[in-house]
């Protein structure tokens, strides 16, 4: 997948890859695009339970969106490869493939709205707020992922925080959140 | 004098409902039919795609759509993806000009990005398969295309860029290199996420939203809402 693109990509190719029969493929998958699906879904639900173990405990809401947008980069940064299949293949897959991605941000959704509840104008926000900030946010990582840059993707942990924080907190409070976290890969995590 | 552009042994393969150019009486250059037939194969190509998605359309959906022949199609294109990426470059050029034309026309920075937003919804609103076709199906139609998506995305970032011009240093301490490319992203995703879904009527009553989301780290989230529910 990661030398040809998913539609470069023939079920010959991955029984060759994978070392098994053409035969034992169709036991386990219908179909090319079903194979892509289950990859997805399994590279997308490591990197979000990542999410979850490194932000799931910390009360103090920005802290806990930085912790959480800290381990989904690392894991990018240490699974390239299945970071583009879940993040870059998926959205020119299949429409069951864009379908799982759009519904994997909704955990991203959820993290972000719980922001209203610290925000000054919390009330006043547009309900798109959340998809929005979301959005930009997986936009700069997939350009980041197209261009084969992963390494780079640690490096952008404070200016995606700032990002997300500021229409909650103002650009200041953000901005102090932002600073005092370092990279991805220097960031603290719960087990250090 | 037969026709060298629409070959009278094709006929058959066209329903009867469906008109074309007579072939050799019409008396038009051959330029200019060999320019119609582009345009009624890219055409063509929106209306296929609209009723079969990219994957699902074949060069004979798209040559009955048209009405010209296979022969015809293959005058102009050398394959499916080509013609998609004609029809995508059509698109977005006449997307662009819009937008460009809407936000040149107004004199302040903030109203004018109102004014660009307003002009990309309207279009994409009058024209769903044209929307479903770039914003949806573009992704799933090859390479090029997909590189061409990402650059035209990537060339709405100076239209936000220009709103750094005369701000504060305390503004713009706010902003990192990246903040309008996120900006983008964060817009096309709830425009395309919706016709994804089928539900591009939602696109009008996103206007304040995406203003408001695209003023606010330029001019303060108070500011950027007034902005934004002025129109």
Redesign the interface.
């Known amino acids: 997948m990661s030398e040809k693109?998913y539609?470069g990509v023939t079920v010959a190719d991955i029984v060759k890859r994978a070392g098994i029969a053409r035969n034992t493929f169709y036991e386990n998958f219908g179909s090319k695009e079903d194979c892509f699906l289950a990859a997805q879904q399994s590279a997308m639900s490591a990197a979000l339970s990542r999410v979850v173990e490194a932000a799931g405990e910390i009360d103090d809401w920005p802290h806990r969106v930085q912790a959480g947008l800290s381990a989904f980069l690392s894991y990018i940064v240490e699974e390239p490869a299945l970071a583009r299949t879940c993040m870059v293949d998926a959205?020119?897959?299949?429409?069951t493939s864009?379908r799982y991605y759009?519904e994997s941000l909704q955990a991203f959704v959820s993290l972000f709205r719980l922001g209203r509840d610290v925000s000054p104008?919390g009330q006043?926000?547009?309900?798109?707020?959340e998809?929005?900030?979301?959005?930009?946010?997986?936009?700069?990582l997939?350009?980041r992922l197209?261009a084969q840059e992963p390494e780079r993707v640690a490096e952008?942990l404070?200016?995606?925080v700032?990002?997300a924080l500021?229409?909650y907190l103002?650009?200041?409070a953000?901005?102090v959140v932002a600073m005092e976290g370092g990279t991805a890969a220097s960031a603290p995590t719960p087990h250090d | 004098m037969s026709d060298p552009v629409n070959p009278s042994v094709d006929s058959a393969e066209y329903p009867p409902e469906l008109a074309r150019l007579p072939p050799g009486r019409h008396g038009l250059p051959r330029e200019f039919v060999a320019r119609n037939q582009r345009e009624r194969l890219i055409a063509g190509l929106a209306e296929a795609v609209a009723e079969n998605g990219y994957a699902g359309t074949t060069i004979a959906h798209i040559t009955r759509h048209a009405a010209v022949s296979r022969r015809t199609f293959y005058e102009h294109f050398s394959s499916k993806d080509e013609c998609f990426v004609a029809a995508y470059d059509t698109v977005m050029a006449e997307l662009r000009q819009r937008v460009d034309e809407a936000f040149n026309q107004e004199e302040e920075w903030a109203q004018a990005v109102q004014a660009g937003i307003a002009a990309m919804l309207d279009f994409l609103i009058a024209e769903p398969h044209l929307a479903r076709l770039s914003m949806v199906e573009a992704l799933v139609a090859g390479p090029v295309v997909i590189e061409r998506y990402d650059a035209a995305i990537q060339g709405l970032v100076p239209y936000f860029q220009a709103g750094r011009k005369g701000r504060s240093a305390k503004v713009l301490a706010g902003l990192s290199p990246s903040t309008e490319e996120a900006l983008v992203g964060g817009m096309v995703s709830l425009i395309s996420r919706r016709i994804f879904a089928d539900r591009t009527e939602e696109l009008e009553s996103l206007l304040p939203d995406l203003v408001e989301f695209a003023l606010t780290p330029y001019l303060g989230s108070a500011e950027a809402a007034k902005v934004a529910r002025s129109r």
């Open positions: 693109g539609r959205l020119s897959a299949a429409p864009v759009e104008h006043e926000l547009p309900e798109t707020l998809e929005a900030l979301i959005g930009g946010v997986f936009w700069i997939y350009q197209l952008l404070p200016e995606l700032e990002f500021a229409p103002g650009a200041e953000a901005r």
